[in-house]
């Protein structure tokens, strides 16, 4: 009789998050870091219908990378959790702390499962305050950790390296120019020391929390010929409104496979 074979739980459970962090890392980076009036998301996105960044409820967004299918079957969980804790009870008790741990208890639950396979996905759940030190940024990696990142936060592909890249240059106060001219800086950078990309408008997706917005819904997304003039410095193109970004979050769709 045969000797069945044996790995160590801790062994698995490396392998797993191995697994996982290997397919988060094809994607491209997303990046969301806080600046004077908010919160904003800038990921490296070519598509106008699958969105890396999404609207959760009235103040909270949600970004993610790695598998599209996976992520975006968290996204639409996300928003039916809001609706129903606003419908209710009431909505301000509907939070990013709430939401990131009923996110947590399910990554959590699939990464232990034997029989599945763990979730490829990062995400980020954000949410804008009344003011900046009540901004709230969440990171969640695929076995169900929490992290309270402040200030910034960076998930797929080069992270590290854009990470520390933002590290040394974000400072609290910062304009909406100057903190979508560094995230896109970040992106852009080379992690083997070679020249950055340029990167256009076309291929980013931004979106932003905006706590002056009197809309109670905070988000709102940043697009064509507004996002242009912000990345030339017009600091004026922050107020302008873009009807395209208020589409019910039910509606949006998530980002690429490996993106």
Excluded: W
């Excluded at 806080?34 to 949600?62: C, M, P, Q, W």
């Excluded at 990696?141 to 933002?166: C, F, H, M, Q, R």
């Excluded at 240059?169 to 950078?189: C, P």
Aim: hydrophobic share 40%; charged share 25%.
């Amino acid at each position: 009789m045969s000797t069945p074979f044996y790995v160590s739980p801790q062994q698995a459970m490396a392998d797993r998050a191995e697994y996982a962090r290997k397919g988060i890392a094809r994607g491209r980076s997303v990046v969301v870091l806080t600046y004077a009036d908010g919160i904003v998301f800038v990921a490296e996105n070519t598509s106008r219908a699958l969105h890396k960044v999404s609207e959760i409820y009235d103040k909270i967004a949600f970004a993610a990378v790695g598998r599209y299918n996976e992520f975006e079957n968290l996204r639409i969980g996300g928003v039916r959790y809001a609706d129903l804790r606003g419908y209710s009870y009431d909505r301000a008790d509907v939070t990013a702390r709430g939401l990131a741990n009923v996110y947590a208890q399910t990554l959590g639950t699939i990464f232990s499962s034997v029989g599945d396979k763990p979730y490829e996905v990062e995400l980020v759940v954000a949410e804008v305050g009344r003011t900046d030190g009540d901004d709230q940024i969440y990171r969640l990696t695929p076995d169900g950790s929490v992290v309270d990142e402040k200030n910034y936060v960076v998930v797929g592909g080069n992270a590290d390296s854009i990470g520390n890249y933002l590290g040394q240059r974000h400072r609290a106060g910062m304009a909406l120019t100057e903190a979508l001219k560094l995230a896109v800086d970040g992106l852009a950078r080379d992690p083997n020391g070679g020249s950055p990309r340029a990167l256009t408008p076309e291929q980013l997706e931004v979106a932003v929390l905006d706590r002056k917005r009197v809309q109670q819904r905070k988000f709102k997304r940043i697009l064509g010929g507004q996002l242009g003039r912000l990345l030339g410095g017009d600091a004026s193109a922050a107020d302008d409104e873009a009807p395209a970004a208020d589409e019910p979050p039910a509606a949006e769709g998530g980002a690429p496979a490996t993106e």
